[in-house]
């Protein structure tokens, strides 16, 4: 995977400014508003901010955009920097735009002192209306001449809590008639009497996202602040607050937001997802949230692949959610170990010539790909079972596991060969009547070859599990294209979870591993927390085949 890529546009920029000394070293930030946990979007934004500021030997803040009291909460907040860590990356100081409330509201000051800034009586709705449209000029606001004296007083009592929610905002006097919609007065400032995370209930003014965001930026000596493509017609006005303040001149850069197929990562959707059960929490495996698909088995190390793999790009773009399980599968392949689960349905196998009572340990690497390294044990005994897909009794040519007089390999063990098909009074095969060839033990030294081995376990030292099958989340590919008198939850898929039984030879039980294993000629899965020492609960990372095609 280590093929060497071209720069993408962000490492040109940064290297002609390296190159130009614009810059000593570059800083980058990751700002999440705290409203809700990290999903597969931002980890996109983790690797582009951190990888740059590793690649160039600078550094990234984490910055929370905690401007909005009433959608935040600590719970998020704790959740975040685990979601960030988990990823391996690590922030070189934790910021919080609420740190610089202080430093907003004397500007604030200086910008109505200098005439750039009023304060309007207008409701919400009349500033909406007399914004004009992308067409049409706005309309003055009747405030929007008010005095410097009386708009300072105004905006003190409005900061000493005066006011109700609501009844004035602080605006910027720029132009009400500018082509850019983002320079026709934008509010900087609106009254909520909220309680904030972590300003108490100092405030009851809290400023807006594009008062707030380029400064925060600029305080911090960020080099190059980069976000999504939606912002681009922000970024003019981030300039302007900067140039105006006369600060830091900090500057914005947009990339294209990740969208994958059958998933969606608006935060507030899967806020409605969580609270109205339709899954079980944010951590749910089938969400697309970090802590969703850590739960789930992805790994760290793959959606770094992913993100890499993707790229950084300037135009919006629906990602197949294969190319993502394709990178989980190249990571797990390497480094997961290996067990044998027969699935919940299992045909039982009967050796006739196995010498009753007998236990036969048998070695196998967990790794196959560490042929040498830790092992595990595997009891063989008399009888035994296997999966019911192993077995078909009018069997094509082709098909080269067991059929009757058929023979194939257990894996790591015998061949055995079928004799003797027993059925129930309704016609289901329940018993296989097999001998076991003794000459073809693994190191017997003669090794004959047969087309076709499956896995299987003891039955005596089987243990069942319960495993959680999950499918996508949505059944819609592209869930930007929600018909209108349709909504996103339509689409919800009813069979994203399909609970089954396992059987489990006895090694899983004692996994040493932090990651997901494989279920041999099955699937990768990994241990949920739901479960108890005697009650293991296996959740399903991904199908060992790939539907996806590189
Ligand atoms: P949402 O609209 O779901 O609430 P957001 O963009 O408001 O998402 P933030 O917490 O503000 O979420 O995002 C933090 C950072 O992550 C921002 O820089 C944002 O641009 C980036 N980000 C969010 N979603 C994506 C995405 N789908 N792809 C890439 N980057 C993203
Ligand atoms: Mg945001």
Redesign the pocket.
């Known amino acids: 995977m280590e093929e060497e890529r071209k720069n993408n546009f962000l490492e040109e920029i940064i290297e002609a400014d390296l190159a130009a000394g614009k810059y000593d070293s570059i800083v980058t930030r ?7 946990y ?9 690797c ?2 951190f990888g740059l500021a590793m690649k160039y030997g600078g550094r990234t803040n984490l910055r929370y ?1 905690d401007t909005n009291p009433t959608k935040e909460d600590v719970e998020y907040v704790d959740a ?1 920097k685990e979601d960030i860590k988990w990823l391996g990356f690590q922030w070189a100081e934790e910021r919080y735009a609420s740190d610089y409330f202080d430093q907003l509201y004397e500007w604030a000051e200086q910008l109505i002192e200098r005439g750039l800034a009023y304060v309007d009586d207008q409701t919400l709705e009349e500033i909406r209306v007399n914004r004009g449209t992308v067409e049409t000029p706005g309309v003055d606001s009747p405030w929007r001449n008010r005095s410097v004296e009386e708009n300072l007083r105004i905006f003190r009592e409005m900061k000493a809590g005066k006011y109700p929610d609501g009844a004035k905002v602080l605006r910027a006097k720029i132009d009400m008639a500018h082509p850019n919609m983002m320079f026709r007065d934008p509010i900087l400032y609106r009254i909520k009497h909220a309680s904030h995370h972590r300003t108490g209930d100092k405030w009851c003014i809290y400023p807006m996202y594009d008062y707030t965001h380029g400064q925060c930026d600029s305080i911090e000596h960020i080099t190059h602040s ?3 493509l ?2 681009d017609i922000h970024r003019p006005l981030y300039d302007w607050f900067i140039e105006t303040l006369g600060i830091y001149p900090s500057h914005q850069y947009e ?5 994958l197929t059958y998933t969606l ?6 806020l409605e997802l969580v609270e109205k059960g339709y899954v079980s929490g944010w951590d749910d495996p089938r969400m697309p949230t970090l802590c969703g698909v850590r739960r789930r088995g992805y790994t760290p190390e793959a959606l770094k692949m992913f993100c890499d793999r993707i790229g950084v790009s300037k135009r919006d773009q629906l990602m197949d959610i294969g190319l993502l399980e394709y990178c989980v599968r190249q990571d797990l392949n390497e480094r997961s170990n290996r067990y044998m689960v027969v699935s919940g349905d299992p045909i039982k196998v009967t050796l006739t010539n196995w010498e009753p009572g007998k236990v036969e340990w048998f070695e196998a690497p967990l790794n196959p790909a560490a042929p040498d390294g830790p092992k595990r044990r595997v009891p063989f005994t008399g009888e035994l079972l296997i999966d019911r897909a192993d077995f078909m009794e009018d069997a094509p040519k082709k098909y080269f596991r067991l059929r009757p007089d058929g023979e194939v390999r257990l894996k790591y063990t015998y061949i055995i060969k079928c004799n003797e098909v027993v059925k129930d009074a309704d016609g289901k095969v329940v018993e296989l009547r097999c001998t076991y060839d003794p000459t073809t033990h693994p190191q017997s030294g003669q090794w004959r070859s047969v087309k076709g081995t499956i896995h299987w376990v003891s039955t005596a030292f089987a243990r069942e599990i319960e495993c959680r099958n999950y499918d996508r989340l949505f059944t819609l590919e592209d869930m930007s294209l929600v018909p209108e008198d349709k909504d996103y939850k339509d689409f919800l898929n009813p069979e994203s979870l399909v609970v089954s039984k396992g059987w489990a030879e006895p090694a899983l039980l004692g996994d040493p591993g932090e990651i997901a294993v494989q279920f041999e000629r099955v699937g990768y899965f990994r241990k949920d927390p739901d479960s108890t020492p005697d009650h293991l609960i296996m959740n399903k990372t991904t199908s060992l085949k790939d539907s996806f095609k590189l």
């Not at 990290?38 to 983790?46: D, E, F």
């Not at 990339?255 to 969208?259: G, H, Q, T, V, W």
């Open positions: 990751f700002p999440p508003e705290p409203n809700g990290l999903h597969l979007g931002h980890a996109k934004s983790l582009i901010n955009d975040i980069i976000c999504t939606e912002f990339f294209a937001r990740l969208n990562m608006s935060k507030r959707k899967l």
